[in-house]
């Protein structure tokens, strides 16, 4: 088992994981309205650490409730919460796991603000709107930046309190990080737009603050697109190159980041992230709720609601990912990124194989992988491979239904065809529900 | 209550309705445009696919004014034929039509000028109204009794008012000159009547004016040079042949043989076709298929094998084959008249069949058959401008593949011997009209006129054909033109059977002939 390289223990600056799979994150609306967490999110992460992943990376965790990406998932805005996300972490070490809080904004990738957020404008890099919902969006000053750098510092610092083995910074897929690195979405003029050094100067401060807050010692890494191809609506500028990415990862690395967590897009969901199809006959169904989110909501829901129209949306989908894999789909960027840094690199995009994943580590394009969707549709996938497959035996199919399901149904796995019927496919959404918060009375304050 | 929106989005959407409002608007005028301009392509587009023609009840009012289909590739657009006369009024005498040029207008039931001369059809080419000559134009002429008396106007004989060498000119003239330019041709067309909408001024512009001009410059630059070193083909004559070696092949005028250059000859009467059939067509006889001389003769008058309407061709040609010649007004003694037509029947019956008492006997050993011109010794121009290597190329080329394949065509050494029924509407004789009257024709060649006036309609009850006083030759005349024998192509020998009677069967013989 130790000559296989994918359970070979990492080893970070300040954190040691049991192999080389992390869940990537992903979640649900499961949490409460006011940002705390609940049973079933602890139930949620619960499962894959019992199916052996090494650890567990949080879904995105707003450091602000004006940075939720969407209403009903936790948050870590109030010291409140610590104890919560402290019985979250003790639950994931019981299955020998480890759990990273993915520290996250949303900027103006805001897709269902809920009732915290939906009288404002969002805060972004720029005041121009998201171009494929049309969220709305103002440019943060630089008392707002001030005011949310601290934030994301505090945010680590009450993961640390709680418990938990180390924060992730989502400056990947769109969210406020990328609206300041990209060259496609920041239009500033101050210190914080123009060059790349400036672009990069958000994340920088962040990163530099949650330092000062937590110090050396607790781990720390940072999510990045690689190539941002921000231009999926055709008229949008490209956005960050391989090369501007190269850099950025090495001011992370001197800036005292222990990891790198490589993906790629300026959006999300970006064509390529996740790769894989994407079920337009769903989102006929789903979208419905972020109709009012965005100015173009309900131009988007047209074209995905009849059929005469998906070819427009299709083309403006699908043109980027011809002739490109699924699996392993940011795989040279990876490389590319590896060689440039000390620091150990994760990967994103489709895994699902054993042997490209241990192809992909004896090469040096990373050193672990961090999957979402495999998982889902396989939470034992690590055991599977322990126990000599290369794939699991119903693969994921990548049919992104999970995806697009997100806005209104619980998370889980919605390919039917994985399934024998349609009762046990919900049977499998329903597991998260099955361990039940202990229920009270509430006291005189607390109504 | 607060007027806040209800979300940020719904405040957006608030603040930038104008906006919406401003693209259902322009959403709204781009769908009126769009639907403009899907009436007017549908409209344009039914114009343009308009070719059609008007078919008359009588075949006769078919033969004078139905289309054979020469307009599409030689027409002029109606409205130009119609501007012409303004245009260039020196050439049209001042008049308003084409009688200038031997045209014949008849009247319609209100007494009025009809719009179009007979030999003038219309047809629509691609929306747009194209003239053109038919076989009317030079099958049709008149006749009178008298100077004061009425024109009759008789179809089938031969347009013996017809210039058609000057209207030629005249319209290649046109091709070249600035007055046909649109800043001068559409105010002249507006004032001829014409009321073109935008959407046939603009397809006047860019299509029919082009096209027509580029059309004309082509053919001028293909037929000027001919018309520039020949005789003018004169009154009631055409070349046959000459035009079409340079129209329809190619040929470059200089390199025609000064031989095969002169190639005008009489038009001739199309009266009772169906007798006439299995003999030697054309002065030369060199087809004997009355199909194929009509459809050549087609060409001749514009048609191309793309072009061609063979359905109203054979409507017309089935009508000629038993149209008679109108009964001769001529009344001689008749005893004369028993005279003669002993001598004739010694003499020429044998050529040319004879006159029974109420129709033409088609009946004669050597008739439709070709004499050779060594023994009829007539002028032989005609005769050489019709040519071996161009009956080559007539077989090979025209309506190659198709049904319509000319394979009769061949080359003789003579004049074909012609029935004469309705000969008194058929002067001057000989093919190329070059002696005035039958009594002319009677005389030894030196002693017929050397030149003499053509294009009076006035039958001559004592000498035959129409009367035709001496004349000089290059005098202005009020009306005709001076014949001069003297000019290539025009001599006037030969044909000298019946020039050494005595005076008295001479006599005779012309009483007899003045029956026909």
């Known amino acids: ?447 | 209550m607060t007027d806040e929106p209800v979300t940020a989005v719904e405040g957006y959407r608030h603040e930038h309705r104008w906006r919406l409002n401003i693209a259902l608007i322009v959403l709204a005028l781009l769908i009126i445009i769009a639907l403009l301009v899907v009436v007017v392509l549908g409209i344009v587009l039914w114009r343009v696919t308009n070719n059609s023609t008007p078919t008359y009840a009588s075949a006769e009012e078919h033969f004078k004014y139905g289309s054979i289909g020469s307009e599409p590739a030689s027409g002029v657009p109606y409205w130009i034929w119609k501007t012409l006369p303004s245009l260039y009024p020196d050439e049209f005498q001042r008049r308003q039509d084409y009688s200038a040029f031997g045209f014949l207008y008849e009247t319609d039931a209100r007494g009025r000028q009809r719009d179009l001369p007979i030999g003038i059809s219309r047809r629509k080419v691609q929306g747009v109204d194209v003239v053109w000559v038919n076989c009317a134009t030079c099958h049709t002429g008149t006749w009178r009794e008298r100077p004061d008396g009425p024109v009759r106007i008789v179809a089938a004989m031969p347009s013996n008012n017809l210039d058609f060498h000057r209207f030629v000119r005249m319209i290649l003239r046109a091709a070249a000159d600035e007055r046909l330019a649109p800043d001068t041709l559409f105010p002249a067309m507006r004032r001829a009547g014409a009321r073109l909408d935008i959407i046939d001024r603009v397809i006047w512009r860019t299509v029919v004016l082009p096209r027509f001009r580029e059309g004309l410059v082509r053919t001028r630059g293909r037929l000027q040079p001919l018309l520039d070193i020949q005789p003018p083909w004169g009154l009631g004559r055409v070349d046959t042949f000459n035009p079409y070696k340079l129209i329809q092949f190619g040929v470059r005028a200089e390199d025609l043989p000064a031989a095969e250059r002169v190639g005008a000859a009489d038009l001739p009467a199309v009266f009772n076709q169906r007798p006439r059939a299995g003999m030697n067509l054309h002065w030369d006889g060199n087809n004997a298929s009355l199909q194929e001389r009509n459809l050549s003769a087609a060409i001749g008058a514009g048609v191309t094998p793309k072009t061609v309407d063979h359905a109203a061709i054979k409507r017309i040609a089935d009508w000629l084959m038993d149209l008679k010649a109108p009964p001769t007004p001529h009344r001689p003694d008749r005893a004369a008249v028993t005279r003669g037509q002993a001598v004739y029947r010694d003499a020429c019956a044998s050529c040319h069949g004879w006159q029974g008492e109420n129709e033409y006997v088609f009946v004669g050993e050597r008739l439709g058959q070709v004499e050779p011109i060594t023994n009829v010794g007539t002028d032989r121009s005609r005769l050489d401008s019709y040519t071996e290597g161009f009956r080559q190329r007539q077989l090979a080329e025209l309506f190659a593949g198709t049904p319509y394949h000319f394979r009769h065509f061949k080359k003789t050494n003579g004049y074909a011997n012609m029935p004469l029924d309705g000969l008194w509407l058929r002067g001057p004789y000989l093919h190329n009209g070059s002696v005035p009257t039958l009594a002319d024709l009677l005389k030894r060649p030196e002693e017929r006129p050397k030149a003499f006036l053509r294009g009076i309609d006035i039958v001559d009850p004592v000498n035959g054909g129409f009367q035709s006083p001496p004349c000089t030759p290059g005098t202005r005349l009020p009306r005709g033109e001076c014949f001069d024998t003297t000019v290539p192509g025009n001599a006037s020998g030969g044909h000298v059977y019946g020039a050494d009677l005595a005076a008295g069967d001479k006599a005779d013989l012309l009483a007899y002939l003045l029956t026909f």
């Open chain 1, 1 to 447: 088992m130790n000559d296989d390289p994918i359970f070979r223990e990492l080893r970070f600056r300040n954190l040691t994981v049991k192999n080389r799979i992390f869940r990537s994150n992903v979640s649900g609306r499961f949490d409460n309205e006011d940002g705390s967490l609940t049973q079933t999110r602890i139930n949620w992460e619960c499962k894959f650490a019992n199916g052996g992943v090494g650890a567990i990376i949080s879904s995105y965790v707003p450091v602000l409730m004006e940075g939720r990406i969407i209403a009903g998932y936790a948050t870590v805005h109030r010291d409140d919460f610590i104890p919560l996300w402290e019985k979250l972490g003790k639950a994931v070490h019981s299955f020998d796991a480890k759990f990273i809080m993915q520290l996250s904004h949303s900027g103006r990738q805001m897709d269902l603000p809920g009732v915290h957020n939906e009288h404002r404008p969002t805060l972004s890099s720029t005041s121009n709107k998201e171009p494929l919902h049309g969220f709305l969006c103002q440019a943060m000053s630089k008392a707002e930046i001030a005011r949310t750098v601290a934030a994301f510092a505090r945010g680590a610092w009450r993961a640390r309190e709680a418990g938990l083995d180390g924060v992730e910074l989502h400056a990947a897929n769109g969210y406020l990080f990328t609206q300041f690195l990209s060259s496609g979405i920041n239009d500033r003029t101050d210190e914080y737009g123009g060059s790349l050094a400036n672009r990069a100067r958000f994340l920088l401060d962040v990163i530099a603050a949650i330092r000062d807050k937590v110090g050396p010692k607790f781990h720390l890494q940072v999510k990045l697109s690689a190539v941002e191809r921000n231009n999926v609506i055709p008229w949008e500028g490209k956005g960050n190159t391989l090369a501007d990415t190269l850099q950025v990862a090495k001011w992370c690395e001197n800036a005292g980041v222990d990891a790198l967590h490589v993906s790629t897009g300026s959006l999300f969901p970006h064509p390529l992230n996740p790769p894989g199809d994407l079920p337009i006959d769903v989102l006929a169904v789903t979208y419905d709720g972020l109709i009012s989110s965005g100015v173009y909501g309900f131009r988007n829901f047209l074209l995905f609601r009849y059929p005469f129209l998906r070819p427009i949306f299709r083309w403006i989908w699908f043109r980027m990912k011809k002739g490109r894999p699924v699996e392993a789909i940011s795989i040279d960027e990876a490389r590319a990124i590896k060689a440039a840094v000390k620091i150990p690199v994760i990967n994103t995009g489709g895994y699902q194989t054993a042997s490209v994943i241990r192809d992909g580590i004896n090469s040096g394009a990373f050193d672990a992988v961090a999957i979402a969707r495999s998982l889902i549709a396989n939470p034992d996938l690590v055991k599977q491979w322990a126990s000599g497959r290369d794939k699991p035996a119903i693969p994921c199919t990548y049919c992104n239904k999970c995806l697009v399901n997100a806005p209104e149904n619980p998370m889980g796995c919605y390919e039917l065809a994985r399934f024998p019927s349609r009762d046990a496919m919900i049977e499998q959404l329903m597991t998260i529900y099955r361990a039940r918060p202990e229920l009270r009375s509430p006291s005189a304050a607390e109504v």
